[in-house]
């Protein structure tokens, strides 16, 4: 039993496994998130690990911690000229769709005699937000591809709603413990919260470009901890001004995105990979703290479906459709919105605070809440791409290759990025030589090509086949041009 091994030997197991379960999630198409949770409960202390785990400040300062890196990162990978056209849409949201989800999921559990109406909308606070580390990994290792604008207006609610759900939260437990709290002070509060949080991000942000630019480290395996530290400093900043920190954060990394620095894709490639490791630890410790036997206990199993029914099928689908009523989106796009409402690690997190503070029936809570986080996940989490292909909202999406070679653009220089393209099996320059090309500008040149399973270095005598993948390089204006002559293809004979 893990309880008597070395921890290292532990910790080491338990990452190992994680990233087996990691890998075989995209197989047998489970979540990840629910492996790692499983693998959590199965090394704790009703599971063979038998780890005694049961301290709940310590696993909400963890999970906490492991949040503000991943919404740090999903902020970094999110693109502000995909995110422009949706960002008033994604704030309404983002804001009235927790708190509209937060009402309406309350009702049905005031009503059933179990919870007073305070801890109703407690409860219900914690449920408000979908889960960034959910949605993001979900789409990701998925590969689902969604029509227009849908994905990025997801990925940023997710990225962008737990500042809102973390606020209800604790106004709810203020609520509970000092009921004559004034309302003006609550949503002043808030108001305070989501303005110097936004704008702690936006400052963060611009300064961090401005400080790698300026601030040169002569060693570049030194810049992930300008990356940490950026991401600590923030958030304390943020937390010092009482701002919101986790909105600090996810604004300072799409400032970041849209900035020009030194080794910014090593940056984000770190980021993506620190974010992995905050998930993995994250679930691993809630799966540790949770005990399995008291969650499959027959009250909480009854309680937990009334509440994922309605949460998934009234809810979500109330608050997203009164919040997109005046928007262009159509009936399909609107419903699979409200398909999208995952709750994943931060209503497991958030439910540690009503046991950080005591609450009589904080227990009993933290197990509902687990158990309707693995019921959303694992419905809705391996539905999402039957969801988009039934509602006609699916598109192709091309999967990343991962070539043996990467590269920072030097801030200032141009404009330049690189570009794939795929050559048809009816394309006109197959079985020509490069050498015999006559379409690449001076500043445009093949980088590399993809065939098959091999990566091949271009010469003058490398013949391009059916199915090749052209990895070009060169300035954003030149590049457009030379990608529709690469597109061209012979034109099939009419014998008519």
Known sequence: MLQYANPFLVTGLLFFMSLVAGTLSEKIRVPALVLFLGIGMMAGVNGPGGLNFSDAKLANEIGTFALAFILFSGGFQTKWADVKPIVTQGVVL?????????????????FLDVFSYKDAFLLAAIFSSTDA??????????KIGIKGGLKPLLEFESGSNDPMAVFLTIAAISW??????????????????????GLMGVLMGRLAC????????????????????IVMTTFGLAETFYGNAYLALYVCGIVMNNGDFLYKYSLQRFHDGFSWLMQIIMFLVLGLFVTPRDVIRLPVIRVGLMISFFLMFVARPVAVFACTFMSKFSLREKAFISWTGLRGATPIILATYPLTEGHPQASYMF?????????????QGKTLAKAAKLLQLDAWVRESKAYPLSF??????????????????????????ISELRIFPDGVTILLINRGTKFIIPKGNTKLEAGDTLLIFGERALLSGVESKLLQVIEPENNA
């Open 94 to 110: 983002s804001t009235l769709g927790v708190f509209l989800t937060a009402v309406v999921l309350a009702i049905p559990i005031a």
């Open 133 to 142: 580390a959910a949605v993001f990994s979900i789409l990701r290792t998925q």
């Open 176 to 197: 509970l413990k000092s009921p004559d709290v004034p309302l003006v002070q609550l949503v002043l509060k808030f108001v305070v919260q989501m303005l110097v949080g």
């Open 210 to 229: 401005f400080m790698i630019q300026r601030l040169k480290v002569s060693n570049e395996a030194l810049y992930p901890v300008w990356g940490i530290s």
């Open 367 to 379: 197990n509902i809440v687990f158990f309707v986080v693995l019921s959303s996940v694992m419905l």
């Open 408 to 433: 920072d653009r030097t801030p200032g220089a141009g404009t330049e990025e690189t570009r794939e393209v795929d050559l048809a099996a009816n394309s006109v320059y197959v079985g020509k030589m």
